[in-house]
């Protein structure tokens, strides 16, 4: 008796350790809630294509929609920043929802799956949101700007010098998927991820790609001595970033936007000095068109540490969606246009439809 308790002490003692190690290795690992509709037609891994990241919290879902008709295959990319929940859940809209009837388009809802396992680091949002969706309850995760620190697995630099030599003077930017484009496949976990992204992109012969952020609202906080003060970011939100070879593209995409959904977005081309983010690295690095959208969440104000994230009254996440789903269709069918090559998609929400009620009746 006595030598079989001692026997489940050691066994229990060693799967203890066995799943201590396996933290250890692994980290957090954080796996959303994806529920692919039926325009989905092929699921895929991120490490398809760069096989380096099997087995970590850096490896993430590829959705393939494809007509297997010829036309324009375009890129969508949500969750570069973990923090940024309206562009993880228009990728999530767009697969759940979207069927492709000419031309590609390919999804990856959480480009950066590892920012996911942490909470929110600058202004402590709730890590998981509660939403009623068509099957009932269902979580949305909010995570962190950056690549969690265990999945790095080394300590943040001084100064992180990005594969394009840039310096950056906070070295937790070394974590920041969007400083480390075009990547290094023998550089850090987070470059890895960014050269994965671009082997992707060069692999599937992506046409355009629209990478989908969110920053800080136009809002003012009014001090109690009268003092309005401004969102540190506030020049992002509602901000087209296209590389400077999608600028004709971009400007008739947001004459179209205004037209399908009266709002207005500010064009900016690329800054070629500053280098390391998407818009520009992947414009340089392949033959696609590169995109780079930015919404208004009230999750990003420093201002305010109890921004609501989904259903604020005026920058609900149904807004913030339709702005970011609605921009990409416009871009697609900008270039569709332009190159003579077909893009069509259907059971993407109307904007007003979005509006006119809550986001989770376009989630499974
Ligand atoms: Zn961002």
């Given at each position: 008796m006595k030598s079989k308790?001692?026997?489940?002490?050691?066994?229990?003692?060693?799967?203890?350790?066995?799943l201590l190690l396996t933290a250890v290795v692994w980290g957090k690992s954080t796996t959303p809630d994806i529920r692919?509709?039926?325009g989905v037609t092929e699921q895929r891994k991120l490490s398809d294509y760069f096989p380096p990241l099997k087995g970590t919290n850096l490896d993430t879902d590829v959705f393939i929609l494809d007509s297997g008709k010829p036309g324009v295959t375009a890129l969508l990319l949500g969750g570069t920043h973990g923090n940024e929940l309206?562009?993880?859940?228009?990728?999530?809209?767009?697969?759940?929802n979207s069927v492709v009837k000419a031309g590609k388009l390919i999804v990856i809802p959480y480009s950066n799956r590892s920012a996911l396992s942490m909470q929110d680091t600058r202004n402590h949002i709730k890590h998981r949101h509660l939403v009623q969706t068509r099957s009932g309850e269902r979580y949305l995760t909010y995570g962190d700007r950056r690549t969690d620190p265990e999945d790095q697995q080394t300590v943040d630099p001084d100064v992180y010098i990005n594969p394009k030599g840039y310096e950056l003077n906070n070295g937790a930017e070394s974590r920041n998927l969007n400083r480390t484009y075009p990547g290094n496949p023998e550089g850090t976990p987070t470059e890895q991820l960014s050269y994965a992204i671009i082997a992707l992109i060069k692999q599937e012969q992506v046409d355009l790609s629209l990478d989908m952020h969110e920053a800080d609202?136009?809002?003012?906080?009014?001090?109690?001595?009268g003092d309005y003060r401004p969102g540190g970011n506030k020049r992002l939100a509602y901000t087209l970033v296209s590389h400077p070879r999608g600028l004709e593209i971009a400007a008739y995409a947001l004459l179209a936007l205004e037209e399908d959904i009266h709002i207005s977005m500010k064009l900016e081309e690329s800054n070629t000095k500053y280098r390391g983010l998407s818009h520009l690295e992947i414009g340089n690095a392949t033959d696609s068109l590169s995109f780079l959208s930015e919404s208004p969440n009230p999750g990003q104000d420093r201002w305010r540490s109890d921004g609501d994230v989904i259903t604020d009254s005026k920058y609900p996440l149904t807004h913030r969606v339709g702005l970011h789903l609605r921009l990409f269709k416009q871009l697609a069918e900008a270039y569709a246009d332009e190159s003579g090559k077909a893009f069509v998609i259907e059971g993407l929400p109307e904007y007003e439809n979005l509006l006119a009620g809550d986001i989770g009746r376009f989630l499974n």
């Amino acid at each position: 008796m006595k030598s079989k308790i001692a026997r489940i002490c050691r066994f229990t003692g060693l799967v203890a350790i066995l799943l201590l190690l396996t933290a250890v290795v692994w980290g957090k690992s954080t796996t959303p809630d994806i529920r692919p509709g039926e325009g989905v037609t092929e699921q895929r891994k991120l490490s398809d294509y760069f096989p380096p990241l099997k087995g970590t919290n850096l490896d993430t879902d590829v959705f393939i929609l494809d007509s297997g008709k010829p036309g324009v295959t375009a890129l969508l990319l949500g969750g570069t920043h973990g923090n940024e929940l309206a562009g993880t859940v228009s990728g999530l809209v767009m697969v759940e929802n979207s069927v492709v009837k000419a031309g590609k388009l390919i999804v990856i809802p959480y480009s950066n799956r590892s920012a996911l396992s942490m909470q929110d680091t600058r202004n402590h949002i709730k890590h998981r949101h509660l939403v009623q969706t068509r099957s009932g309850e269902r979580y949305l995760t909010y995570g962190d700007r950056r690549t969690d620190p265990e999945d790095q697995q080394t300590v943040d630099p001084d100064v992180y010098i990005n594969p394009k030599g840039y310096e950056l003077n906070n070295g937790a930017e070394s974590r920041n998927l969007n400083r480390t484009y075009p990547g290094n496949p023998e550089g850090t976990p987070t470059e890895q991820l960014s050269y994965a992204i671009i082997a992707l992109i060069k692999q599937e012969q992506v046409d355009l790609s629209l990478d989908m952020h969110e920053a800080d609202t136009p809002e003012k906080k009014i001090q109690t001595d009268g003092d309005y003060r401004p969102g540190g970011n506030k020049r992002l939100a509602y901000t087209l970033v296209s590389h400077p070879r999608g600028l004709e593209i971009a400007a008739y995409a947001l004459l179209a936007l205004e037209e399908d959904i009266h709002i207005s977005m500010k064009l900016e081309e690329s800054n070629t000095k500053y280098r390391g983010l998407s818009h520009l690295e992947i414009g340089n690095a392949t033959d696609s068109l590169s995109f780079l959208s930015e919404s208004p969440n009230p999750g990003q104000d420093r201002w305010r540490s109890d921004g609501d994230v989904i259903t604020d009254s005026k920058y609900p996440l149904t807004h913030r969606v339709g702005l970011h789903l609605r921009l990409f269709k416009q871009l697609a069918e900008a270039y569709a246009d332009e190159s003579g090559k077909a893009f069509v998609i259907e059971g993407l929400p109307e904007y007003e439809n979005l509006l006119a009620g809550d986001i989770g009746r376009f989630l499974n």
